[in-house]
C-alpha cells in the first residue's frame, strides 16, 4: 500500500498539470516585448496577440518592458512562472545578445522555445547622393576610400551593427560604424546624409525605399526578397555565403508545460499564414516560418554559433 500510495502521490502533479494544459488558457496571458512600442517586435507581437486572443477566447496582452537592448524584459519572463501566461517575444537579438554580453542566465536552457513566427531580410541601403548603384560599386568605392564610409547602427551589438561586420569581413573592405541610440535616429542621419550607408531589416526601411529616400542596392538573404524581386542578394552581387535575415519567435520560462507550448506553437503557425497576415508580413518583407518547437530550439542555437563568431571575428564587445 506505501508503494501504491507514493505512486500517487508522483503521478498526481503531472495528471493536475496535464488537465491544467488541456484547459489553457483559463486567465489572460501576457506576451512581453523587450523593446519600446512601435517596433517589428511590437507590430508582430500585437498581430499575433490579437488573434490568439480571438481563437483562444481569453485575453493575450503585450506587455512593453524595454531597456538593456532588450535584457530587462527578457529577465522578467526568465524569473516568471512556468506555467505559460507569461511569454517573451523575441527576434535576432536574443543569440546577438548572446554573443555580445555575459548573461545572467543560459540562452539555450533558461526558456522553453515556442514558435518562431516569422523571418524576414536585410537590406544594404545607401544615401542616393553616393555614387553607387550595385554593390560591387560600394565594395570598389570602399576600397578606394579605406576608412571613409560611414554605416549607422542601432548601437553595439545589434542586427544592424553585427550584419555589417559581417559584411566588411567578407568583402574584406575598411568601412566606420557609427552607432546610433535606436535604428530609428540610424536610419534619420543616413536620409540626412550624416552617414552613407546602413544595413536594416526590410520591415524598417522599405517606406524609406519607396519614397527614394534611400537607395537599396543589395538584400542579406538566400533568395531575393518577394517585396523586391528586382534588388539581387549580396550573396549573388560579389559577396559569397552573405546571409543575414531577422526573425521573430515566442519563448516561455523553461519548465512549461508541453501541452501549453504546443498548443501555443500549432495555433501561432495557423494565425501567421492566415491569407491577411502573410500579405500583411510580405508587404513588409517577411514572410511566415512554421518549425516544431524542437526546430526552433535548433535554430536558436545555430544563430547564436553564427553571430558569436562575427562578434569574436570583429573584436566587438559590450559597452
Known sequence: ???????????????????????????????????????????????????LSERLGRQFVVDNRSGAGGLV???????????????????????????????????????????????????????????????????????????????????????????AEMFRAMANVNIMHIPYKGGGPAIVDLMAGQVQLSFASLIVILPHIRSHRLRIIGTGGAQRAATLPEVPTLNESGVPGYEANNWWGILAPAGTHDAVVRRLNSEANVIMNLPDIKKRLANEGAEPFNLTPEQFAKHIAAEIAKWGKVTREAGIKAE
Not at 89 to 95: D, H, L, M, N, R
Not at 98 to 109: F, Q, R
Open 73 to 163: 524584459g527578457t529577465e522578467h519572463v526568465w524569473k516568471s512562472a512556468a506555467d505559460g501566461y507569461t511569454l517573451l517575444t523575441i527576434s535576432v537579438a536574443y543569440p546577438m545578445n548572446a554573443a555580445v554580453y555575459k548573461l545572467p542566465y543560459d540562452p539555450l536552457t533558461a526558456f522553453t522555445p515556442v514558435v518562431l513566427l516569422g523571418t524576414g531580410t536585410n537590406g544594404l541601403v545607401v544615401h542616393p547622393a553616393l555614387p553607387v548603384k550595385n554593390v560591387k560599386e560600394l565594395i570598389a568605392l570602399s576600397k578606394a576610400r579605406p576608412g571613409q564610409l560611414q554605416y549607422s547602427s542601432a548601437g553595439i551589438g545589434t542586427f544592424q551593427h553585427l550584419s
Open 1 to 51: 500500500m506505501k508503494h501504491l500510495a507514493a505512486t500517487l502521490i508522483s503521478i498526481l502533479p503531472l495528471a493536475f498539470a496535464a488537465a491544467h494544459a488541456q484547459d489553457y488558457p483559463v486567465k489572460t496571458v501576457r506576451i512581453v516585448v523587450p523593446f519600446p512600442p512601435g517596433g517589428s517586435n511590437d507590430i508582430i507581437a500585437r498581430v499575433l496577440a490579437a488573434h
